[in-house]
């Protein structure tokens, strides 16, 4: 683990300490076990290098904290549906559930001169606990023990907004729409997510390799 990599790793549990919810030791030393520490936030788009997803994480939890000030300046009154510490645990949490689906694997590639070279990438691998993305989040957080409110567990489940949707029933359909309608952490996850995704962490378009 290299010196950034530590730092992040110190703000991150220095973040989650902060929340004094219970039970925050066993979670973090689970997750060493998962190797979420060293994970990639994907194969190859955002951060898919060594310690991507931590990185990623604190950004989404950095937007979230953000956007939570900010909202709460323009509708004061969402004060209590927008907890901190709510923020906090949905926003660092939301994507454990990639802790443990990338290997490492070398390809091929040709480079700016067209010659074949080996590159070490990332492959996807679903058959450890193949339940989906935000579902799959809150049940490792569970068994791990953390106590998550209503809130907090319909975030982290909806994080990804509509697109793990397509092709599914209306049932899910509606209840996606129902948590956005009743739990405004849920919209707050969401945009942060997308902020952090596509602004802070984006690749240039230019990059080929």
């Not at 992040?8 to 979420?36: A, C, K, P």
């Not at 990639?98 to 480079?111: G, P, T």
């Not at 791990?144 to 697109?163: Q, T, V, Y």
């Amino acid at each position: 683990m290299n010196l950034q990599m530590k730092q992040n790793r110190s703000e991150f549990v220095e973040l989650l300490y902060s929340t004094g919810r219970e039970g925050m030791d066993e979670v973090i030393g689970q997750l060493e076990e998962l190797g979420f520490f060293q994970a990639p936030a994907s194969s190859k788009f955002h951060l898919n290098h060594e310690g991507g997803l931590l990185e990623h994480s604190l950004n989404v939890c950095k937007v979230g904290l953000m956007l939570r000030e900010q909202m709460l300046t323009l509708k004061p009154d969402l004060e209590e549906s927008l907890n901190k510490e709510s923020v906090i645990i949905a926003a660092l949490l939301h994507d454990i559930c990639k802790a443990d689906i990338y290997q490492k694997c070398i390809r091929k590639r040709k480079d700016r001169l067209g010659q074949w070279v080996d590159y070490e990438t990332y492959e996807l691998d679903y058959s450890d606990f193949p339940l989906g993305h935000g579902e799959k989040s809150v049940i490792v957080l569970l068994r791990m023990g953390l106590d998550l409110s209503d809130d907090e567990i319909m975030a982290i489940r909806w994080h990804m907004s509509a697109w793990d949707l397509p092709f599914q029933s209306p049932d899910l359909k509606a209840n996606f729409d129902t948590a956005k309608r009743l739990c405004p952490l849920c919209s707050l996850i969401q945009a942060a997510d997308g902020l952090a995704s596509n602004l802070l962490e984006s690749k240039d378009p230019e990059e080929t390799y």
